[in-house]
Structure formats: structure tokens, C-alpha cells
């Protein structure tokens, strides 16, 4: 357990390469203990940390591992919150098919858990789709409801990236007043 804290805590840390590290021994023992839930944690901060370094591939497999874990012991939190980490694997990859099956499947537990970071993660996420599709109005609509809730959760890198992508939308449409 305490290596999988320290692995989570190496990630807020912005230490990827070492979280991974020391996550990857917590989840061989862990796995290895037959302690599936927090062998499912494990393979979610892995995800993470993945998706920190632009390793996409990765970030999608142990994200799927830690779903299919999240879901068989009903942790439905979690859950979501690795929904939102492969979500955002899958729009940095192009792959809107397959985030639009994670929007639809983590939209209505996030508003259930109340969890304000990851609705603005997955309102931003969802404001990605709609650009791709070429909905303006509905890709504006989420990225202001993003950004509120960024603003809410105070997280405001988060929000100030989502209104630098939001004046870079306006810009590109024409739509500057």
C-alpha cells in the first residue's frame, strides 16, 4: 500500500517516469496479494501517469484494466474517474468514436457523485466532440460549462487552459465580436 501512495503522490508531483515506476512494483505485489480493488487504484494511476507522458497506448490499456476492475467490484467513482482519464487519451488521439462511448458512460455517474473536476473534465472532453462533429454552438455551450466548473473546483490551470482553447475556437470560427 505505501508504495502505491507514494506512486500516486510522485504523479501529483509531476515525477511520471518514477510514479510509474514504484506503481509498477505496487501492482505486481498487489496483484500478486489478490487485492483487486487496489490493484484496480494501481492500474488507474498508471493510466494517469501514462497519459502524463504522451504514451496513449498505455494510458488506454491500463485504463481499460482498471474499468473492468472498477466495474466487477462496483466501484463507481473510481470508475468514472478513469473514464475521464481514457477519454482524454482517446481525444488526444483522434478517436472520437470511442469518446463518445466513454462521455455516454461517464456523464451520468459524475452528476451522481457530484465530483465538480471531473463533470469540467468531461464537459471539456465533451466540447472536443462536438468540435469534431462541427458543432459549434454545442462545443461552445461545453467549454463554458468547463470552464465554470473548473472555476468551481478551483483548479485554475485547468481553466484557463479551457478558456485560451475557447478564445482559439471564436478565433477560428470567425465568431469575434
Same mark, same amino acid.
Given at each position: ?26 501492482? @505486481?505485489? /498487489?496483484?500478486?496479494? !489478490? %487485492? ?9 494511476? +498508471? ?33 468514472? @474517474?478513469? /473514464?475521464?482519464?481514457? !477519454? %482524454? ?9 470511442? +469518446?463518445?462511448?466513454i462521455i455516454e458512460e461517464a456523464d451520468p455517474i459524475i452528476k451522481e457523485f457530484d465530483d465538480i473536476f471531473i463533470q469540467a473534465k468531461i464537459s471539456y472532453l465533451k466540447a472536443q466532440y462536438y468540435l469534431n462533429k462541427n458543432d459549434f454552438n454545442l ?12 472555476? +468551481? ?25
Open positions: 500500500m505505501l508504495l502505491l501512495d507514494y506512486a500516486s503522490v510522485l504523479n501529483h508531483l509531476n515525477e511520471s517516469d518514477l510514479s510509474i515506476e514504484q506503481n509498477k512494483k505496487a501492482g @505486481k505485489l /498487489l496483484k500478486d496479494l !489478490g %487485492d483487486d480493488r487496489l490493484f484496480g487504484i494501481s492500474c488507474a494511476v +498508471l493510466s494517469n501517469s501514462y497519459l502524463t507522458n504522451r504514451d496513449f497506448t498505455r494510458c488506454i490499456k491500463y485504463g481499460e484494466k482498471s474499468v473492468d476492475i472498477f466495474r466487477k467490484l462496483d466501484m463507481i467513482s473510481y470508475l468514472a @474517474k478513469a /473514464l475521464s482519464i481514457m !477519454g %482524454d487519451a482517446f481525444c488526444r488521439t483522434g478517436d472520437y468514436k470511442n +469518446l463518445r462511448i462545443a461552445i455551450s461545453n467549454i463554458d460549462q468547463s470552464i465554470e466548473l473548473f472555476n +468551481l473546483a478551483e483548479h485554475s490551470r485547468f481553466e484557463t487552459q479551457v478558456l485560451i482553447d475557447k478564445l482559439n475556437i471564436i478565433i477560428e470560427c470567425g465568431n469575434i465580436d
